[in-house]
Every structure is written in structure tokens, then in C-alpha cells.
């Protein structure tokens, strides 16, 4: 049958109608509750649910900033190592998110439980640092800050980067 | 190829196969919604709202699809639906490749892997499935027949 008949038929318009009818409700039902926190503000950060992930955050440059002269949290880099070898901020941790993906899970000894952990990744649109997250959050981690800023904003603010005396949470 | 095209088993194991791909696509989505809201924000085309909507829409649009196309309810017209989406598909992903964004398909949740020209051509095969299927004038073990069979 010509893809030209096939178009201009009544009853495959039909059908395609019924088609997104019966999906638009079947989702609207099944998700009603997803929508209403969705139109109440919530996910408007990123698309992480408190439930999923208690206790996961994300924080300001200001924020960040009052953390690390705090000394309080431990800053995580989840970038690749060679980025974090070109300059981190002074006194994080590297763990590379590839790595953990890799089954290198011996880099989780480095992480203590009973602090804030400031996690961090390129700035911009990266991904990792929020996947970190919440694999640390799967692993029971409980006070996550992702600093969604990243390593563009500090550097951007002539924050100290690595190779500076003064190191956080000692 | 023309008797190959037309012959009815070939045609119902066709509905099976690609009605059976697209409704195990969208259970992966429909079971972590929010998982495939960042999967379509990482393709950097539209926003937030846009992103959450069409992550919540679009794998009820395939489940439904797949089903009818299995079923044989609306034949013609899942296949239209299921084609649609796959050029739909198609362009996202070269267009993506373009601009040189490196982010995983989304396809199948948890799963999905890299969107490159290996999923283009995978998504180029399932479009001429579904091509064969909206084309052909088979009419056989469908839930509801087409009005005019050829």
C-alpha cells in the first residue's frame, strides 16, 4: 500500500489518536504523583528524588566556599585522575567515577562516613559528580553536597587550587 | 522478496520483534522516570520542564505502540507511530553526534549505552522493520482488521 494512501486514511490518524490518547492518560494516571512534586518546584535542580537519595544536596559557590574554610567536609573530584593531577582544589580527593565503574571500589576506603563529603566534578553540564552521589548514596553515605558550580566556577573565582598550604578537614 | 514481504508469519514474527523491542524499552524507562528526565536533559535540546515531560510521555507513547503492534489493534497505525519515533530517533541522535555531545542513548534505562553511529544503524534496521510492516497489505492475526484489505 503508497505511504501516500496510508497518510491521507481517516483511520490511521484515527488509531494514531487513540494511540497517544490511551499513553498520555495511562501516563498522567501512573504518574500523578511524580507530576504534582514535579509542579510543586520539586526536581527543578536536577532530576534526583530525595526518597532515592536522602540527604543529597546541591550547594552554591558561597556555600562551597564556606565548607572548605570550614574544614568540615571532605571535597571529592570525581573527574578523570589526569584531571585532577592538572589541579584540583586543595586537600580533595580523587575518585574518578570511570574508576568506580571500572569495580575499583578500594578508592571508597579513602571516603570517611561522618562527614559532609563536597562532591565536584568539571562545572558546566558534567554529569559525574551527581552520579558519584549518588552511588555513595546507594553505598549509605548520608550528607552529600554536590557542588554543581564544579571546578570551572572555582577557578573562575580565583579560589586556591592545589599545591596551596592550607587543606581542608585537617 | 516481494512474497517474503507479504508472507503472513514473516509479518506477525515482524510485529513480535519490533513490538517486543519497543515495549521492553519502555518498561526500562517507565520503572526509573526521573533516570531518563536527565537521559533527555543530557541531549541538551530542551530544558527541565520539557525534559521531565517527555520522560514521563514518551515510553508510555512506546509501550502502547508496541502493544497494538503486537496485537494487531490499529496495525497500520501503531506501525506509523513506532516508525515515526525511530526516524524521530534517528535525526536526535545525528544531530547530536554533530554537535559533538557525548551522552549515553537513554534507550533502555539502566542499559542504554553510547549514542553513536552504531546505534544509528541499529535504529536504521528497526525502521525498515517497521517500514515493511506499515507498508505491507497483511491483515493477518490482528485484534482489529484494516478497513480495505488489499
Same mark, same amino acid.
Given at each position: 500500500m503508497p505511504l501516500k494512501r496510508i497518510l491521507t486514511e481517516r483511520e490511521t490518524w484515527r488509531g494514531v489518536l487513540v494511540i497517544l490518547g490511551l499513553s498520555f492518560m495511562l501516563s498522567a494516571v501512573v504518574n500523578f504523583g511524580l507530576i504534582k512534586r514535579f509542579m510543586a518546584g520539586e526536581f527543578r535542580q536536577a532530576f534526583v528524588s530525595p526518597d532515592r537519595h536522602p540527604g543529597l544536596v546541591f550547594v552554591s559557590l558561597a556555600e562551597t566556599e564556606d565548607l572548605w574554610h570550614s574544614g568540615l567536609a571532605v571535597f571529592i573530584d570525581s573527574r578523570a585522575a589526569a584531571d585532577f593531577a592538572r589541579g584540583h582544589i586543595p586537600g580533595a580527593i580523587s575518585v574518578p567515577l570511570e574508576e568506580i565503574k571500572r569495580g575499583?571500589?578500594?578508592?571508597?576506603?579513602?571516603?570517611?562516613?561522618?562527614r559532609p563529603l563536597v562532591i565536584y566534578c568539571e562545572g558546566g553540564d558534567c554529569q559525574t559528580s551527581l552520579l558519584l552521589a549518588e552511588f555513595l548514596s546507594e553505598q549509605g553515605y548520608r550528607d552529600l553536597r554536590v557542588f554543581s558550580g564544579g571546578w570551572t566556577e572555582w577557578t573562575g573565582t580565583g579560589m586556591p587550587v592545589s599545591g596551596e598550604d592550607e587543606k581542608p578537614g585537617k | 522478496m516481494k512474497n517474503l514481504v507479504n508472507n503472513k508469519l514473516i509479518l506477525l514474527l515482524l510485529r513480535i520483534v519490533v513490538g517486543g523491542i519497543f515495549i521492553l524499552a519502555a518498561v526500562t524507562k517507565i520503572a526509573d522516570p526521573l533516570s531518563f528526565a536527565r537521559d533527555v536533559k543530557n541531549y541538551r535540546l530542551v530544558g527541565q520542564t520539557l525534559s521531565f515531560f517527555t520522560a514521563i510521555t514518551l515510553p508510555w507513547i512506546e509501550l502502547v505502540a508496541g502493544v497494538f503492534l503486537i496485537a494487531g489493534f490499529f496495525p497500520r497505525s501503531s506501525a506509523l507511530v513506532v516508525s515515526g519515533l525511530l526516524v524521530f530517533f534517528i535525526l536526535l541522535v545525528t544531530v547530536t553526534i554533530i554537535r559533538g555531545i557525548d551522552v549515553t *542513548? #537513554? *534507550? @533502555? #534505562?539502566? @542499559?542504554s549505552r553510547k549514542a553513536d553511529l552504531w546505534l544509528i544503524f541499529e535504529d536504521t534496521v528497526w525502521l525498515v522493520m517497521a517500514m515493511v510492516l506499515l507498508l505491507s497489505p497483511g491483515n493477518d492475526f490482528c485484534l482489529l482488521k484494516r478497513s480495505r484489505k488489499q
Open positions: 575499583n571500589l578500594s578508592l571508597l576506603e579513602k571516603i570517611p562516613r561522618d | *542513548c #537513554g *534507550c @533502555f #534505562g539502566t @542499559f
